[in-house]
């Protein structure tokens, strides 16, 4: 994909327009997208622990970048976890990645849902955003016919924006479809 359009887009776009509509001095006030974490909690990896195996190659295709494993931080006997066991995956997206995972977000995977009218506009309170993804199939990575669980999964769009307002604004000129407040 073209990563180098995203982020000039970004530049010669994006960045004028948010100066204008939140009245920066500087050009550095601009808030921009600092990273992309694309999480995927695997509880039921207690019982079956080729489960992680499969979680890593499937996230590692979508992502374009090699995932990890995330380990337990202390024993919880209802849920059968013990210290250090796995359960969850995970991959942090930086520069060219990041930006070759929202557009593959936006233009591909988003649309494929069934029934899609947008994603939801709450934000963290400090410009921040998780989107949360119910099957990993909706990614063009994934063969459905290969796979032996639909697993969900959260991706963090993390920002410099100091305010939700300004995070909010972001992620829309990014093509973040969002649903109308």
């Known amino acids: 994909m073209n990563t180098a359009q995203l982020k000039k ?12 509509q939140f009245k920066y001095t500087s050009i550095m ?5 600092k990273k992309i974490v694309v999480n995927m909690g695997l ?19 979508i992502t374009g970048q090699k995932a990890v494993a995330t380990y337990s931080r202390k024993d919880i006997s209802n849920f059968k976890v013990r210290k250090k066991m796995p359960i969850g995956v995970m991959v942090t997206l930086r520069r060219e990645r990041m930006y070759e995972f929202l557009e ?8 494929r849902i069934r029934d899609f009218k947008g994603v939801a506009t ?18 063009p990575e994934i063969n459905i016919d290969t796979i ?7 991706i963090t769009f993390v920002t410099s ?15 973040l479809p969002f649903k109308n407040k």
């Open 43 to 61: 509880g039921v990896a207690t019982q079956d622990k080729k489960i992680i195996e499969v979680a890593i190659g499937e996230v590692s295709a």
């Open 122 to 139: 709450k934000l963290d309170g400090r410009g921040n955003y998780t989107l949360g993804v119910s099957e990993q199939i909706i990614f």
């Open 29 to 33: 006030q601009v808030p921009e997208l």
């Open 104 to 111: 593959k977000l936006v233009r591909i995977a988003l649309p």
């Open 161 to 175: 924006a100091a305010t939700d307002e300004e995070g909010f604004a972001l992620l829309k000129a990014f093509g």
């Open 9 to 20: 887009t970004y530049k010669d776009e994006i960045a004028p327009a948010l100066m204008k």
């Open 148 to 154: 032996s669980r639909i697993q969900g999964m959260n």
